[in-house]
C-alpha cells in the first residue's frame, strides 16, 4: 500500500491510496461516517483494473488526520473482536 497526501487542509483530507480496493476502503469510509465530527468521507476509485483510490475527509470540528486515526483505531478493534469469535467457533468445530 502506498499512501500519498494530495489535499491536507484545517478541515479537509484527500489521500490518493494505491494498491487498497474497496474491501478496506468501504471498512474504513463507515467507520469515518460513524464519528460526531466527520460531515463528510468518501472514496472513489476511477478504474477497475487500477487499484488507485481517493479517499475525502471533511470534518465539522477537530483534524481530520484524528479522524481517521480514530476510524482506525475502532476499525482495528472492531476485526481483533471478529478474530477472535472466528477463532472461537473454528475451535468448536475443531478447526
Sequence with gaps: MRIEVVKSAEKELELRIEGEGHTLLNL???ELNN??????AAYSIDHPLFPVARLRIVTSEGSPADALKEAWKRLEEALKALKSE???EFA????
Excluded at 35 to 40: G, P, T
Excluded at 92 to 95: H, S
Design 28 to 30: 474504513l469510509v463507515d
Design 35 to 40: 464519528l460526531e465530527n466527520v460531515s463528510f
Design 86 to 88: 472466528f477463532q472461537k
Design 92 to 95: 468448536k468445530l475443531g478447526a
